[in-house]
Nanobody, 125 residues
Framework: VQLQASGGGLVQAGGSLRLSCAAS????????MGWFRQAPGKEREFVSA????????YYADSVKGRFTISRDNAKNTLYLQMNNLKPEDAGVYYC???????????????????WGQGTLVTVSS
């Protein structure tokens, strides 16, 4: 499975962006998928995840109520709608796919099997 993230850019605080992640291979539609982000000088951190059928979603506390994860398995595409962006949301956003859902351990980077190349989000204050 190969993942290609896109949609990053420069936005003012309070603005919105929608990230996309295109997955190659039909198998990805069976995988849990998620988003992580990494700010300069910081560890890559969990942002959000979604079950294979979209029935369950998970969010980091810092983005709850502002970000929405979704997927379209017919298009093999994952999305992250980001509203009310804050300067602390800036960083490189990575999409990821997990072949075998690891219960509640999804915030851990090690459980994810495939990673996209990242897309940069910049938020000006």
């Amino acid at each position: 499975v190969q993942l290609q993230a896109s949609g990053g850019g420069l936005v003012q605080a309070g603005g919105s962006l929608r990230l996309s992640c295109a997955a190659s291979g039909r198998a990805a539609s069976n995988y849990r998928m998620g988003w992580f982000r990494q700010a300069p000088g910081k560890e890559r951190e969990f942002v959000s995840a979604i079950s294979w059928n979209g029935g369950s979603t998970y969010y980091a506390d810092s983005v709850k109520g502002r970000f929405t994860i979704s997927r379209d398995n017919a298009k093999n595409t994952l999305y992250l709608q980001m509203n009310n962006l804050k300067p602390e949301d800036a960083g490189v956003y990575y999409c990821a796919a997990e072949k075998y859902a690891s219960g509640t351990n999804f915030p851990a980077r090690a459980v994810w099997d495939y990673w996209g190349q990242g897309t940069l989000v910049t938020v000006s204050s």
